[in-house]
């Protein structure tokens, strides 16, 4: 078996442009005592068309990569790019943008607005920016999810499962070129988890979205093309087309192995 | 995890500040009153209660005027005969004894030969008493007064003119105008607040010639002897000069003083705690609304608590503790507050001449008060939260998202209904019923049932209401407006409960616009058909004024007639009356008459001329014999001799001149009404009249359209001390928006977070929470001009017979208030948004 310090990081994805790179990015939480390394210079890279999952143990810094992937946060060191964009020299403003009109967002939980219905849900993003959705894409997408019937409904109306759904179709509903889940599936049962994971899986295969999922669940990241496998603010491992067995068996091994 | 203990701790504090700035607002409004109040108190007490002499004598007056402390007077000008002064000096037990002149309508001058505003208060002659145990007057400065030509004034009236010893002061009296050297200044009573009065001083015997009556007292002060009860003293002087004077000890004269004093300033003292009643009310439901919300945010926490195995009187304890720390920390600060509110007044009436120089009153009353009020509000309004946490399912603690259970409000519909109702009923009676005082009761608790239904159905209407209004916002603001809306309805409850505070403010605002337009509009169309004299001479205040004026406008070529108006109350038939003395002879000149039986010529001798109400109401008609006991105690018996339609500038019943006159009523005119002679320049006779005037300071000359400009002008007055006031009110309403804004903000915290992710940027997440407010301030703008409304148009009806004949709603002025209550949503939710658009993206996302 292989150290987990012999995976060369920079073999990773470099044959097709990546939708989402960064290049030494480090993030740095608090001061003197309570300074905390969450990201070590990482460089990663996500190809386009590709469902990327990230897992790690707790506090190996796998949300704080999404979120200065994502450009929620800034970062202190390094880049991040979403295809050319270089997030570090945008404004608030421009973040902004970028985050409405290029990223989806799926978080753990508390993804829709309890006031909006689910259609209106769904909209929001193009709402927020004053534009008119692409009715055929909106239609495929909302098929997609299977909500049909369901799309004058609010959220507390809804069950977890379907709130997530929903989540979904309003993270494609914008065809954004990259989704950043947050444990997309922390929150339901199995079943609604297989839904949501299947239907993300399609979107890919099918509509050639980019997503990079975080997760802890070894059956979310079987849906996956790749795992990556944060620790200590470092991707430590990489596995492609993963099954349950085997990210199971790799996520052993940290329990094993507590190191630095 | 430290990270988020440590914001949701943050986040609790602001919480706490924003609860508790509701108490002490609320708190502040009613210290702050009740410290003008008791400040206003003292100044007046000093005024009209101060008196050092330990037994007065004073001639009887034949029954109160129940105007006291207002500057009116019974109109009766009895004296006391200087022999009498020796009499009582004879009288066993008396140290000494003098007698004083005090008169009003005796005014101050500045350099510029104005009269010295006094505010409303009266300008008070009174003469010089060196003896210091009968004096209520202390030197301050310079010496006392002596002879004609050297005069003492009040230490503030002499500041605010701008003289100093030495200097020449002008003083017009109720006869001639005097120049006086100025040779002393004093302080009157304990502190030396006048209240705004002036006070002129001069030697007894100057005083006397100048403005009362040689030979004649307006009383007579007496020092006791060591060792003599002041009752024994009183008794013999009672004895000793007989019946027709009233004689009481000092603590007896500042009792029936102090009654007086009190009727004429419970008027002062209960509008302004009504407006701290308001001020309460409104404060309540910002304290309420905030615990309601403070308890939903904390449901988690407690029902972790419940879950730990706390019952749920525990919790309920643990929630009503903390109101009752808050209670008690928010009324302290409240009270402190208090301060700066009682001085803002001071400083609000003292714009209007009413100034308070005294310091500021305190007394333990206001303290029990306040601590009363803001900590009992504050554990009503949290007790029904905390009832409602103690029931909080303990497993709330494992669910990750509070759904807030949202209450039926079927019982507040019926509640709501059923008090709307019978505010509709009550209103309505009021417009059908005859009688005036029912009518204005049957709007009073109409009003109130009506305010009371309305804030009850709030929370019923506001859904619909705002779905209503709210449909421009998304067409208008694109997915801001659209969020803005149904977050102004997700809680009808808490929308309803903040608008109240404003609506309550607007009706009242509102209805108070429309009666001060309608009583404008009904001065206008009452002098027109009430007065057919050229000009007015008066007062701004219908204060008295010496009769030379009318004779030297008699003189002036070219006028036809002069018509002297004075004011006098009497018993008619056992019924007490303000009645107006005029001259038969010029009385058609001066009013425009109009009567339903007998005639001017009734008026002659000992006639009597009563308006259509009081003839209907007293079953009087031509002919009838009535006996009228006038001021003095001297009765006569007055024949009816005319019947006319109400007129406002008469009043409502008219003795002659000659009658008045002959039962001692005072010999200075109110009002002198001028005809100028058809023929002649008008233009020649009115700058006669200028010329004329000029001499006397104190009155105006007024064409009939100026004379209704003065009247309004005091309407207008007065509306704004009372819009001044009711703005607290509104600003309580500011506050309380500003205060559920911000704690929506941080409920919704995620949400807002999640906003931001997908894409809203800080532009838009203002503008929608500014909406939102706007939203919740014109739903409670629209339904306070709604009830406003409908209080000042059921008001001016049932006064209809008042006086107030025209019903007048200022449109323009209800639009404005409309504008006005959008701009406040507008600037309620400055700082909400911003702090808003202020979150930490990841931290607000992180927020549970």
């Known amino acids: ?260 | 995890m430290w990270h988020a203990t440590l914001r949701n701790l943050l986040a609790h504090k602001l919480r706490l500040a924003l609860s508790g700035l509701a108490i002490v607002l609320g708190v502040a409004f009613v210290s702050g009153t009740m410290i003008f109040t008791d400040t206003l108190g003292k100044t007046f007490e000093n005024l009209f209660a101060s008196t050092s002499a330990d037994v007065n004598v004073e001639p009887a007056s034949a029954f109160d005027s129940g105007l006291a402390g207002t500057g009116e007077g019974t109109g009766a000008a009895s004296t006391v005969p200087e022999s009498l002064v020796d009499t009582v000096r004879d009288v066993d037990g008396v140290a000494a004894a003098a007698g004083f002149v005090r008169t009003e309508g005796v005014y101050v001058l500045d350099g510029n030969g104005n009269v010295l505003d006094t505010g409303g208060a009266p300008g008070i002659g009174i003469s010089w008493e060196p003896d210091p145990d009968l004096s209520s007057s202390t030197l301050v400065d310079g010496r006392a007064p002596r002879g004609a030509a050297q005069v003492a004034l009040d230490v503030d009236s002499a500041e605010k003119a701008g003289y100093t010893l030495g200097d020449t002061v002008t003083v017009l009296t109720t006869g001639p105008r005097v120049q006086a050297e100025l040779v002393g200044t004093f302080s009157f009573g304990d502190s030396g607040g006048s209240a705004g009065a002036s006070l002129a001083a001069f030697e007894t015997r100057a005083a006397q010639e100048l403005f009362g009556t040689p030979g004649q007292f307006s009383g007579i002060g007496i020092s006791t002897a060591d060792g003599i009860a002041e009752e024994t003293v009183r008794d013999r002087v009672a004895a000793a000069i007989g019946d027709g004077y009233d004689v009481r000890t000092a603590s007896e004269q500042a009792e029936a003083l102090a009654g007086d004093f009190e009727e004429g300033l419970a008027f002062v003292e209960t509008f302004l705690l009504a407006f701290a009643g308001i001020a309460l009310f409104v404060g309540t439901f910002i304290i309420l609304n905030t615990f309601s919300m403070l308890v939903a945010q904390r449901t988690r926490e407690l029902a972790l608590l419940r879950a730990l195995g706390a019952g749920r009187a525990q919790v309920t304890r643990s929630v009503l503790a903390e109101a009752l720390v808050l209670g008690i920390v928010g009324s302290t600060l409240g009270l402190a507050a208090g301060f700066g509110v009682a001085t803002g007044l001071r400083s609000l009436f003292g714009q209007f001449g009413l100034t308070l120089d005294g310091g500021l009153v305190f007394a333990t009353d206001t303290v029990l008060w306040s601590y009363a009020v803001g900590v009992l509000v504050t554990l009503m309004a949290a007790y029904l939260p905390a009832r409602r946490a103690a029931k909080t399912p303990p497993v709330a603690a494992m669910r990750d998202d509070h759904v807030s259970v949202e209450r039926s409000l079927r019982r507040r519909t019926v509640f709501g209904g059923v008090l709307t109702a019978a505010g509709v009923a009550a209103m309505v009676g009021a417009f059908i019923v005859q009688d005036d005082g029912t009518a204005a009761s049957l709007v009073g608790v109409g009003a109130l049932t009506l305010l009371l239904g309305t804030i009850a159905l709030s929370p019923v209407i506001a859904r619909p209401f705002l779905r209503g209004i709210g449909a421009v916002l998304p067409r208008l603001f694109g997915t801001s407006g659209h969020l803005a809306r149904e977050n102004a309805v997700r809680n009808p409850r808490r929308t309803a409960a903040t608008a109240s505070a404003l609506m309550v403010g607007l009706a009242l605002v509102s209805g108070f616009s429309i009666i001060g337009a309608s009583t404008n509009a009904s001065v206008d169309n009452s002098l027109d058909q009430s007065l057919g004299a050229d000009y007015v001479v008066s007062t701004a205040v219908a204060a008295p004024f010496s009769a030379e004026i009318a004779q030297e406008i008699r003189v002036i070529d070219g006028v036809e007639s002069v018509t002297q108006q004075r004011f006098g109350q009497a018993q008619l038939g056992g019924v007490q009356t303000s009645v107006s003395a005029v001259d038969a002879a010029t009385l058609d000149s001066a009013f425009a008459l109009d009567y339903l039986t007998g005639g001017t010529e009734g008026l002659r001798g000992e006639g009597l001329l009563v308006d259509e109400d009081t003839a209907a109401s007293r079953g009087w008609s031509v002919g009838d014999r009535v006996e009228a006991l006038l001021a003095n105690g001297e009765r006569v018996e007055l024949t009816v001799g005319g019947v006319y339609t109400t007129n406002q500038a008469l009043g409502l019943a008219v003795i002659s001149l000659d009658t008045f006159t002959a039962a001692g009523g005072e010999a200075l005119d109110r009002f002198v009404y001028v005809d100028v002679a058809p023929d002649v320049d008008a233009a020649a006779v009115r700058s006669s009249l200028k010329a004329t005037l000029d001499a006397y300071p104190v009155v105006t000359l007024k064409d009939q359209a100026q004379f209704a400009d003065e009247q309004k002008g005091q309407v207008d007055q007065l509306l704004m001390i009372i819009n001044a006031l009711l703005g607290l009110s509104v600003i309580i309403a500011v506050l309380g928006i500003v205060n559920t804004l911000a704690l929506s903000v941080i409920e919704r915290t995620r949400e807002i977070g999640l906003l931001r992710a997908i894409g809203m940027d800080r532009r838009q997440l203002r503008q929608m929470i500014r909406l939102e407010s706007v939203a919740i301030s014109v739903y409670g703008a629209v339904f306070g001009l709604i009830l406003g409304i409908v209080f000042g148009t059921g008001l001016v009806q049932a006064l209809a017979d008042q006086g107030i004949s025209q019903q007048v709603i200022p449109g323009g002025r209800m639009l404005l208030f409309l504008a006005i209550g959008a701009l406040i949503g507008v600037l309620a939710a400055v700082w909400p948004a911003r702090r808003a658009a202020g979150l930490k993206l990841l931290d607000a996302i992180a927020t549970t």
């Not at chain 1, 994805?13 to 003197?32: D, I």
């Not at chain 1, 990223?103 to 993003?125: C, K, S, V």
């Open chain 1, 1 to 260: 078996m292989t150290s987990v310090r012999d995976i060369p990081t920079q073999r990773v994805g470099v044959q097709a442009p990546p939708a989402a790179r960064s290049v030494r990015l480090t993030k740095v939480f608090g001061e003197g005592d309570t300074r905390v390394v969450a990201l070590d210079a990482v460089d990663v890279a996500f190809r386009a068309g590709q469902f990327t999952a990230i897992m790690g143990p707790s506090g190996s810094g796998k949300s704080t990569l999404m979120h200065c992937m994502a450009g929620l946060d800034a970062v202190t060191d390094g880049h991040a790019h979403i295809g050319d964009t270089e997030l570090s020299s945008l404004n608030d403003r421009q973040l902004t943008m970028l985050r409405r009109d290029k990223i989806g967002f799926i978080f753990q939980a508390y993804n829709l607005l309890p006031t909006l219905t689910a259609l209106e849900n769904i909209t929001l993003p193009m709402d927020i920016a004053g534009r008119r959705p692409d009715q055929a894409w909106l239609d495929t997408v909302i098929d997609t999810v299977g909500l049909r019937p369901r799309l004058n409904h609010r959220p507390s109306e809804l069950s977890g499962g379907q709130q997530q759904r929903v989540a979904c179709a309003r993270a494609m509903a914008n065809r954004p070129e990259i989704i950043f889940a947050d444990e997309p599936t922390g929150n339901l049962d199995s079943k609604s988890g297989a839904d949501v994971l299947a239907f993300l899986r399609r979107s890919v295969m099918e509509m050639g979205q980019t997503i990079v999922m975080v997760t802890h669940d070894p059956v979310a990241a079987s849906y996956a093309d790749r795992v990556l496998f944060l620790a200590d603010g470092r991707i430590v491992d990489e596995m492609l087309s993963p099954t349950r067995e085997r990210v199971l068996e790799r996520m052993k091994a940290f329990d094993r192995q507590p190191e630095a």
